[in-house]
């Protein structure tokens, strides 16, 4: 078995670099693998191992949790009916790029229940970069659309989106 096989350290290139930790995320392993993978990450030099696995793979979690792994968050699925009601008669519309600079206020300290901040060896101020960069990202290409939900032409939300293949649902990236 050659573990790189099952790495990807392309897919947090970005958290490694923000957050100034070498951190990698493991893909296609199952829980005969694991050890000898998260063995392997940790002689090469590895902080952290990420990953996503479905909720349904009860086995993997508790073989994953028995290897040091924590459970921190699920994906966020919405998925909306479409009407022909234009976007401008509700509180959310498009992003503009005068939003920027208000978002960006909006995500300093807004994800504190997310896993990276709530991990004591991370500097809070490198987690806050970390989102002020997903915002600007997806703001700038990165998301399908950015949706900004206002009060008195004051932004008080967002949300960055992305259809997933043909499926007529989005997947959030980020939720306030």
């Given at each position: 078995?050659?573990?790189?096989?099952?790495?990807?350290?392309?897919?947090?290139?970005?958290?490694?670099g923000?957050?100034?930790?070498?951190?990698?995320?493991?893909?296609?392993?199952n829980?005969?693998?694991?050890?000898?993978?998260?063995?392997?990450?940790?002689?090469?030099?590895?902080?952290?191992?990420?990953?996503?696995?479905?909720?349904?793979?009860?086995?993997?979690?508790?073989?994953?949790?028995?290897?040091?792994?924590?459970?921190?968050?699920?994906?966020?699925?919405?998925?909306?009916?479409?009407?022909?009601?234009?976007?401008?008669?509700?509180?959310?519309?498009?992003?503009?790029?005068?939003?920027?600079?208000?978002?960006?206020?909006?995500?300093?300290?807004?994800f504190?229940?997310?896993?990276?901040?709530?991990?004591?060896?991370?500097?809070?101020?490198?987690?806050?970069?970390?989102?002020?960069?997903?915002?600007?990202?997806?703001?700038?290409?990165?998301?399908?659309?950015?949706?900004?939900?206002?009060?008195?032409?004051?932004?008080?939300?967002?949300?960055?989106?992305?259809?997933?293949?043909?499926?007529?649902?989005?997947?959030?990236?980020?939720?306030?």
């Amino acid at each position: 078995m050659n573990y790189k096989d099952y790495l990807d350290t392309k897919k947090t290139e970005f958290e490694s670099g923000i957050l100034s930790k070498k951190i990698v995320s493991i893909k296609n392993f199952n829980s005969d693998n694991l050890n000898k993978i998260v063995e392997e990450c940790r002689k090469s030099g590895f902080d952290y191992i990420v990953c996503q696995i479905g909720i349904g793979k009860a086995e993997l979690i508790k073989a994953m949790v028995s290897n040091g792994f924590r459970i921190f968050g699920l994906p966020v699925i919405l998925k909306a009916k479409l009407n022909k009601k234009p976007m401008e008669e509700s509180r959310i519309r498009k992003y503009k790029k005068a939003d920027l600079n208000e978002l960006k206020k909006i995500s300093k300290g807004a994800f504190l229940n997310s896993h990276w901040y709530n991990n004591k060896h991370l500097k809070k101020g490198n987690v806050d970069n970390l989102y002020i960069k997903w915002l600007e990202n997806c703001c700038n290409g990165g998301a399908e659309i950015v949706l900004v939900y206002e009060e008195n032409d004051k932004a008080l939300g967002y949300v960055a989106c992305t259809k997933k293949k043909d499926v007529c649902r989005y997947a959030a990236r980020l939720i306030f």
